[in-house]
């Protein structure tokens, strides 16, 4: 069974300063990871995601994430935040052709 | 920028009443999924469509649900008799293979009373 942990279940910053959402993974094999963001009264938006190679990735707006198969924890990070950058984050794993699971969220609150 | 599209964006039914709802892929993708997520709870999966076949379904997806994609273009979910518990956000997504990013619609909220 593969699972996710996302630890906090908000995350306050403000705003130009760097961000950090937390979190980890549960997976036999080789993990997919993704991000996802929601805003309110909106679908979940695809940030980015690790299948392979590089650990650290690249993706929308901005938002980057570091892979750490060790600590088996894939933490998404944002040099700078920006107050529109306050939504519902959520981390996804899947193990390759399998559905994705999904951690509960973490609220990122941007503050002017 | 291609999206996934559902309708509608809200529902309410009666507890006991059949609903459909509807989603509209990205047009080159093969692959499809509904997703619910009960209000302040974590999004969970309920089943997975390829090639006019159900792939893979959760233990939420019992025989109350059925899926199908019935003129080529839309997929759909239907829930034939409704209970106070299947409130929630229900999500389309999908994707171009089965290995790949799946991506979302804006949802159905469905309210049973």
């Known amino acids: 069974a593969q699972s996710v942990a996302q630890p906090e279940d908000q995350v306050n910053v403000a705003e130009g300063n760097p961000l950090t959402v937390k979190c980890t993974y549960s997976?036999?094999?080789?993990?997919?990871l993704f991000w996802y963001v929601q805003y309110p009264n909106r679908g979940l938006q695809f940030l980015l995601k690790?299948?392979?190679?590089?650990?650290l990735v690249k993706g929308s707006y901005g938002f980057e994430a570091e892979f750490n198969k060790s600590q088996t924890s894939f933490h998404l990070k944002k040099p700078s935040a920006l107050v529109s950058d306050s939504a519902l984050y959520f981390c996804?794993?899947?193990?390759?052709?399998?559905?994705?699971?999904f951690g509960k969220g973490t609220m990122l609150l941007v503050s002017p | 920028e291609p999206e996934v599209t559902q309708t509608p964006s809200h529902q309410v039914t009666q507890m006991g009443q059949e609903v459909i709802l509807r989603c509209v892929p990205i047009?080159?993708?093969?692959?499809f999924y509904w997703y619910r997520q009960i209000l302040g709870q974590k999004v969970e999966f309920l089943v997975s469509?390829?090639?006019?076949?159900?792939?893979?379904k959760s233990e939420i997806f019992d025989d109350q649900f059925s899926v199908e994609r019935p003129d080529g273009s839309n997929f759909t979910l239907k829930i034939r008799s409704t209970k106070l518990e299947d409130s929630a956000m229900y999500f389309c997504?999908?994707?171009?293979?089965?290995?790949?990013?799946?991506?979302f619609g804006p949802g159905t909220r469905l309210t049973v009373l």
């Open positions: 690790y299948i392979t190679g590089d650990n």
């Open positions: 997504a999908t994707a171009i293979a089965g290995i790949d990013t799946q991506y």
């Open positions: 469509f390829y090639n006019n076949e159900i792939s893979e």
């Open positions: 047009s080159n993708h093969l692959y």
């Open positions: 996804a794993v899947r193990r390759g052709y399998s559905t994705l699971t």
């Open positions: 997976v036999s094999g080789n993990p997919y």
